[in-house]
Each structure stands twice: as C-alpha cells, then as structure tokens.
C-alpha cells in the first residue's frame, strides 16, 4: 500500500522553516519548565499512596475535586483494577493514620450512599523518591548515548549520530514542556512519574526507528546517485520513504489513540505522551534530524556523501 505515489514535496529546501518551528517550540518548552518547573508524581516527589474500595463505582473526577478541597492540593486519582477500586495518591505531608482518617472521612461524608474502605496505603520515603528520579534521569541519558554511539558505528558517521540524538532529544524536551503546561488543565492527570518515563524511551525508540529507515535510504541513494547534489539526494531519499514514514505513524497513532481513550484514567498519561511523540517523531525525523544532516555535510562534518 502506498499513500503517495512519486511525491516530491520539497523538505530540505524548506529546513528553515522548520528550524523557526522547532525553535519557538523549544524556547516555550524551556521557558515553561523553568518558570513553571516540572510537576513530579508521588513517584519522584515521596508522598502517600491508599487504594481505596467503593461499595459502587465511583467518579475518579468527583472524588479528584473533593480531595483537592479537602486537602489543599491535588491528589493524583486514577481507577485501579475494577471500577469501584480507585488509587490515590498526594504528597501532603500528615501522620498516615492521620491522612487516612481524613480521606476516609470526606469520601463517606460527600459519598454517603456509597461508602468506602482503604484496603491498602504505601507511603514513598523522600530520599527514595530522589533515588528513583536519579534513576530515571539516567536511563533517559544513558539511552541516548547508546544511541548516538549505536548510529555512530552503523552509518559511520558523526553527522547521522547528531542528526538522531538532537531530534530525539527535541521531541523529549517539546513534550516535557507540553506536559508542564497542560498538567493543571487537561483532566486527568500529567505529572511526571515511573509510566511517564517508560512513555518517553517508548517515544526514543519509535524516533529513533522512523529516523534510521530514512538514513538507510540516504545512504543507499548516496551510493546510487553519486553526481546528484547531497540536498537533492537527501530530499529524494525522504520522499522515497514518506508513504512507509506516514502509514507506519497513522496506524501507530490509531492504537494509540483506542487506547487513550479505552485504557482507563491509569493510562491516560502514557497514552497522551505517545500520541504527542508519534507525531513530533515524524516531524523531527523530517524535519529536524535530515536538516542537521545536511548542515553538518555543508559544513564539513558529515564527510561521507
């Protein structure tokens, strides 16, 4: 199946637009995770964590705006296993039996036709919490150093590695800020934790795998058109692969999105993150990492044609 048929849109000839994109993107991202600063889940900030059992399904919205009231601040609330079990978790700092009875209290008082139990609480000391935010901050690191390193020795050439990693590291720093921005007015929740971090190696993994079957054909096309221009050859090469770039991003988003919407309040976060980096993937790898190929080639650092 192929969605375009000979297409010669012209992608490198019009790099500079998307470098403009891509800049006022990076510059609102940066500027609102420091202004705003990043929104940490129980995960990476320590707090209390119960699970608490309802007599009947229960409203994750109701219950979310009757504890930020009752608490003072947000409470992260999702369903956990079946519908009347919800999880909830708050980094406010009270003696546990304490919280528990003041949770416990306000849902029975504003719920009194369907009452509840906490059947479990788990409460995440703060220098754990550091430790599993240094760990996911390494993880994220240390994956894009293998990378670099891994398309470094596959194509054999620096402007390739740089090429990858700066439209992965775009994609991850565009939805961080996304996520900064719209975390107190999306209505679920978009605080950075465990399933968050697992959401962005997804979304270097799905970049990194739509930006190396572009390479692969630059390369091929670099052997075969050796008289072309490196700028012409690159755009061909890219129209070339764009029916097999565009499919493979509609039928990834169409899952993802049947699962934004199907897979419940625990998965809305990781669902929203994907969807943002399916699309952002193949506008960096389009836009952002064969751009940087061709700059660096004219500039001498990708030596190889």
């Not at 006022?24 to 059992?53: A, C, P, Q, R």
């Not at 669902?271 to 080639?297: E, H, N, Q, R, W």
Request: hydrophobic share 50%; proline share 2%; with cysteine.
């Amino acid at each position: 199946m192929r969605l375009f048929e000979d297409p010669n849109f012209e992608f490198i000839k019009n790099r500079k637009v998307g470098y403009v994109i891509s800049t006022v993107l990076l510059v609102l991202s940066i500027g609102t995770i420091l202004f705003k600063g990043l929104s940490y889940g129980i995960d990476f900030n320590g707090g209390t964590e119960f699970v608490v059992e309802f007599e009947r399904d229960a409203s994750v919205a109701d219950v979310r705006s009757l504890l930020t009231t009752t608490l003072g601040s947000q409470p992260e609330v999702k369903q956990f296993g079946l519908s009347r079990d919800l999880l909830i978790r708050t980094d406010v700092e009270m003696e546990i039996s304490a919280l528990q009875r003041t949770v416990l209290g306000a849902l029975n008082e504003a719920f009194a036709d369907n009452p509840s139990v906490i059947i479990k609480s788990d409460v995440v000391g703060p220098r754990f919490a550091e430790d599993l935010k240094r760990g996911a901050m390494m993880a994220v690191i240390f994956s894009l150093v293998v990378i670099f390193l891994y398309i470094l020795i596959r194509f054999r050439n620096f402007g390739y590695s740089v090429g990858t990693v700066g439209a992965i590291t775009h994609d991850v720093i565009i939805i961080l800020g996304m996520f900064t921005l719209l975390n107190e007015i999306m209505p679920f929740s978009l605080d950075i934790d465990q399933t968050i971090i697992a959401a962005f190696l997804t979304i270097v993994g799905y970049s990194l795998n739509d930006t190396v079957v572009v390479f692969d054909r630059i390369r091929e096309n670099s052997l075969i058109y050796k008289t072309m221009g490196y700028e012409e050859m690159v755009n061909k090469s890219i129209n070339n692969t764009l029916s097999r770039t565009v499919i493979t991003s509609l039928t990834t988003l169409f899952v993802v999105v049947v699962l934004f919407i199907f897979g419940g309040e625990v998965l809305k976060g990781f669902a929203f993150a994907l969807m943002i980096g399916i699309i952002l993937g193949t506008y960096s790898t389009l836009y952002v990492a064969c751009p940087l190929l061709v700059d660096l080639k004219s500039k001498g650092v990708a030596v190889k044609k």
